[in-house]
């Protein structure tokens, strides 16, 4: 069973800016779609991004344009950039590895957390 370690989440203004990224054993991150999902209390899980191993990219109606992923293919790591964040970007936040098909998550990091104050 491969691991995914999350860092870079933490408290941020309205308007501001974040930066996460996901470290992945080889055995995940080399055959997978890689991305991020958040969950908010009360709320279902989301997709915020993914990213194919050749670079196709899919993200989440409320952060496009917003939120950029990229990934490093030789380091094992992705990254979500996060500019212009609301409120309602709070949540944890889990590094994925993806169903290629589906964009469901397979494994799951153990998340951290985004907060954002108005």
């Known amino acids: 069973q491969g691991q995914l370690l999350e860092s870079g989440g933490g408290l941020v203004q309205a308007g501001g800016s974040l930066t996460l990224s996901c470290i992945a054993s080889g055995s995940i991150f080399s055959i997978n779609t890689m991305g991020w999902y958040r969950q908010a209390p009360g709320k279902q899980r989301e997709l915020v991004a993914g990213i194919t191993i050749d670079g196709i990219t899919k993200y989440g109606d409320l952060v496009k344009g917003r939120f950029t992923i990229s990934r490093d293919n030789a380091k094992n790591t992705i990254h979500l950039q996060m500019n212009s964040l609301k409120p309602e970007d709070t949540a944890v936040y889990y590094c994925?590895?993806?169903?290629?098909?589906?964009?469901?998550?397979?494994?799951w990091g153990q998340g951290t957390q985004v907060t954002v104050s108005s």
């Open positions: 994925n590895a993806l169903a290629r098909s589906t964009w469901d998550p397979i494994h």
